[in-house]
């Protein structure tokens, strides 16, 4: 099936300058350009994916063309890197916009805030405003989703899906315990080897190491998307500072934004997660009882993007039915 989604679904690469950033977007549909797009029939609604961390889109575009195709092709699905954490391959186009923010206004893009910043200038310079929105983040793209609405209150968005949503406590999670003091005590020690051991491979062979990291994993290559910055040490180093930062700032579950938005959003908690574990989900079923917040019957990991990404389409899908009904192409 997998063959049968890349054959049949569209799928545009760009690298734009956002906010001074070279940024990645993957874009689902024929709808490539929806602000200049003046035609009759234009997508009102975007799907937008925020990814976790790392955020390389190219992993996440099995599940942005299954859930396309599992919304029957009506609206535009579209992946957004995170800031830094993707470089346009040599010779690749970089896309510009006259109503680019200045890069100088975002202070520390490369943190979470800073990320946060980055979302929302794409979506007030790359879409149009009167376009309604349905916003899906994963891990921690489900932190910056929830800042989105709060400090996006003008943006159109009717939806929000929080998968395996990394917003409190991380630090205290399994995975916690043992990433904060890799990524907030001995990040600089790992950037040292990081840069000496890859910055000289050349290009053939970051690809040839790439496709066997993805053999090991049982996953097939993405290969029409550049998945080089999983060696490119700038992109590594700037997935580990982000890391640090989440270790430190995603402490306290931002209950009052949560109340704003309560039925706009939909909470689904892994069974077995390591980073948001099942108390967590109890916790906020016991703070939010009218809330839509479900868990896992799947058994499905954390990183569902790898294996389990029809079956996450689906379910999404099948959530979004009535929403978007209401909404004509």
Not at 52 to 58: L, Q, T
Not at 79 to 98: D, E, R
Not at 296 to 316: D, Q, T, W
Request: proline share 7%.
């Amino acid at each position: 099936m997998d063959s049968d989604i890349k054959e049949e679904i569209p799928v545009h690469e760009e690298f734009i300058l956002c906010c001074g950033v070279e940024t990645q977007v993957l874009k689902c549909g024929p709808w490539t350009d929806l602000i200049n797009d003046q035609s009759a029939n234009r997508p009102k609604l975007l799907i937008f994916i925020i990814t976790g961390n790392p955020g390389f889109s190219a992993f996440y575009a099995p599940f942005a063309k299954a859930l396309y195709s599992s919304t029957k092709g009506q609206f535009p699905v579209w992946v957004i890197s995170h800031a830094g954490h993707a470089m346009a391959p040599k010779g690749k186009k970089i896309l510009t916009t006259s109503d680019d923010p200045n890069a100088q206004e975002i202070k520390d893009i490369y943190g979470l805030r800073g990320q946060v910043e980055h979302k929302l200038a794409f979506l007030r310079t790359h879409v149009p405003k009167e376009m309604k929105l349905v916003v899906i983040g994963h891990s921690i793209g489900c932190y910056i989703s929830l800042q989105i609405l709060k400090h996006g209150p003008e943006l159109p968005i009717i939806r929000c899906f929080l998968l395996f949503p990394t917003i409190e406590r991380m630090s205290e999670s399994p995975n916690g315990k043992i990433t904060t003091p890799l990524v907030c005590w001995f990040r600089y020690a790992l950037y040292i080897p990081v840069y000496l051991l890859l910055k000289p491979w050349p290009v053939n062979i970051k690809s040839l190491m790439v496709r066997m990291c993805l053999r090991m994993m049982n996953l097939q290559s993405p290969s029409e998307f550049s998945l080089l910055n999983m060696l490119e040490p700038s992109c590594l180093v700037n997935v580990a500072y982000l890391a640090s930062q989440e270790m430190m700032e995603v402490v306290k579950r931002d209950n009052e934004t949560i109340k704003e938005h309560l039925s706009k959003l939909t909470f689904y908690y892994g069974t077995k997660d390591a980073w948001c574990p099942k108390e967590y989900y109890e916790d906020m079923k016991r703070d939010f009882p009218e809330g839509d917040i479900r868990l896992c019957e799947k058994m499905m990991p954390h990183a569902f993007v790898l294996h389990f990404h029809r079956e996450m389409a689906a379910m999404v899908a099948a959530w979004l039915k009535d929403d978007l009904s209401k909404v004509q192409h």
